[in-house]
């Protein structure tokens, strides 16, 4: 591979920007191969994607203070990324960001030896991340990369990274060979691709030409379908404290944790979306992210602060976003505009908060339903009659009058379904049963 060299480059917060940009520049054009390489924790086709999204937010936080100061740029750069860090894969890269910002946190530009240390401190920032660390993944790539500079301290910085990097990306077939659903699959470890894309960014602007991820395969593995053993819903949460790592761990699997000061990013697959969502109380949580792991794109968003609802939603196909007392709006308008085109939130405060549709849950549950069938979310949410009551029988009269084929019902918790059920059937409706919700009242819409 022909390289080029640029004599004099330095490694400091000027460069770090163009870093960022180049990053997010050459992600967008490989994400689509590394997508196709995802099949661990996950085989749901977006770790591209996913880290593409995540160094969005670190390029936006670096433009908007720019600074020559190698580590209050790199600062920047993993704040940013955490602040925006989508799945696993997007947890997992913000956290070797911020192990990379601790060693590099009190120069304005970085040498060889010194960039062996900082990329020591990102490779176990990021294992520090994961719950149960695994073999053969980003993880170990990380180190490698670490280990390979450090095993080269006469180089040079035009020189060192792309040959570290040379060194790591032949022998990744054989690591992620150490773990056994990527041995079993025959694909090399989208997450580890991902990150070595990062650093061959970086060492192209430390002095070397060939683009970053050319060695990716052109073709795609042949299509994975999620394993759901590991839990049925993706759980992301941004929040103001820590937690506890094992309480994170025990709600389900590939849990991932992350954070700088007071904020802190998590991530799990599990059974309980709810449980998950409530690992810290309501005024800690800025923004919490439901989604199904089975999910197809193009679905609704739904803005809700009732987790005892964000179950159903999430499996009828919608990204559910949880917004918590210590939200930042603009955060959550930016999360939710990124996120689709229907976006429906529960009560009219969310609504303008997320700038989104006024809806209520029934209006909600119903547009999710016809979204889950192909139809037109918007005529769904127009067209439902609605109304909330603690009498289902005589309301229930007066939402038939002009007749109807669909009952949709937002239970209480604790209520008697079966009398839900019998009224349905006797009014000859189609019932579909959501929640249960917090407050004592039903929520009733016919279609």
């Not at 802190?264 to 800690?284: C, I, K, M």
């Amino acid at each position: 591979m022909e390289r080029h060299t640029t004599a004099g480059v330095q490694f400091d917060g000027t460069l770090v920007q163009r870093w960022a940009d180049a990053c997010v520049d050459r992600l967008r054009v490989v994400a689509p191969r590394i997508d196709a390489l995802n099949v661990f924790p996950v085989a749901d086709a977006d770790t591209g994607q996913n880290v593409t999204f995540t160094l969005l937010g670190g390029r936006e936080a670096v433009a908007a203070s720019p600074t020559q100061h190698l580590g209050e740029a790199v600062r920047l750069l993993a704040a940013g990324s955490l602040r925006q860090a989508r799945g696993s894969s997007g947890v997992i890269v913000s956290g070797w960001f911020a192990g990379l910002a601790a060693g590099l946190a009190d120069h304005a530009t970085s040498d060889v030896t010194r960039l062996a240390d900082a990329l020591g401190m990102a490779a176990a920032g990021a294992r520090q991340v994961v719950a149960d660390p695994w073999p053969g993944t980003v993880l170990e790539v990380a180190q490698q990369v670490a280990d390979a500079v450090a095993a080269r301290p006469s180089h040079t910085m035009a020189t060192v990274l792309p040959e570290a990097l040379d060194a790591v990306r032949a022998r990744l077939a054989e690591t992620s060979a150490h773990h056994p659903v990527l041995r079993s699959a025959g694909v090399i470890d989208a997450g580890a691709c991902a990150l070595l894309v990062v650093l061959e960014v970086l060492a192209g602007l430390l002095g070397t030409s060939p683009p970053a991820g050319a060695w990716l395969p052109e073709a795609g593995v042949e299509p994975h379908q999620p394993d759901q053993s590991g839990g049925a819903f993706e759980v992301m949460l941004h929040i103001t404290v820590e937690v506890d790592r094992g309480r994170l761990a025990a709600t389900g699997s590939a849990a991932a944790l992350t954070g700088l000061g007071d904020e802190w990013r998590t991530h799990v697959h599990t059974d309980d979306p709810a449980t998950a969502v409530g690992l810290v109380a309501p005024d800690q949580l800025r923004l919490g992210v439901v989604r199904a792991i089975t999910s197809a794109p193009g679905g609704p968003v739904v803005v809700t602060a009732d987790t005892g609802l964000v179950a159903w939603y999430a499996a009828a196909g919608a990204v559910v976003v949880v917004p918590g007392g210590a939200v930042v709006p603009g955060h959550l308008r930016a999360l939710v505009a990124a996120a689709g085109a229907h976006v429906l939130a529960t009560d009219p405060e969310l609504a303008a908060m997320a700038s989104a549709m006024t809806c209520d849950p029934v209006r909600a549950a119903v547009a999710c339903t016809a979204a889950d069938e192909g139809a037109d979310v918007a005529a769904a949410v127009h067209r439902v009659r609605t109304a909330e009551t603690t009498d289902l029988g005589p309301v229930l009269a007066g939402l038939l009058v002009d007749g109807g084929e669909v009952l949709t019902v937002v239970a209480p918790a604790g209520a008697d379904l079966v009398a839900v059920r019998d009224l349905a059937a006797s009014c000859g409706l189609e019932l579909v049963l959501v929640g249960p919700a917090s407050g004592p009242t039903w929520r009733l819409g016919v279609d």
